[in-house]
C-alpha cells in the first residue's frame, strides 16, 4: 500500500493494520525457517509496509502531518410522524 493511501486512514486502522502485518511477519519467518517459503521477497515487503506505517504514525505524533478521526456514529430516530432526524 502507498504511503498516501495510508494517510487517508485513521490512527485506529492504522493500528490494526499494522499488528496484523507484525503477526504475517511472524508466520512468514517461521515457515521460512522450517520449511521454505515459495516467494521470500514477501517478507522484505511486509518489512517495508510496517515501516511506512510506523513512518506516518510518527510524523503524525510529531504534527508533521494530521491523520484522519474516526468517524462519529450519528443516531437516526423516527418522530411519531415517521420522519428521520439525527441525534
Known sequence: ???FELRTKT???LLD?????YKEL???RMRHASQGLPNPL???SVKREIARIRTILRE??????KLL????SQTRTKDKKGKEHND
Do not use: S, V, Y
Open 1 to 3: 500500500m502507498k504511503a
Open 11 to 13: 490512527k485506529d486502522e
Open 17 to 21: 493494520q499494522l499488528t496484523g502485518l
Open 26 to 28: 511472524f508466520n512468514l
Open 42 to 44: 514477501r517478507i522484505r
Open 60 to 65: 503524525a505524533e510529531l504534527g508533521k502531518t
Open 69 to 72: 478521526q474516526p468517524k462519529q
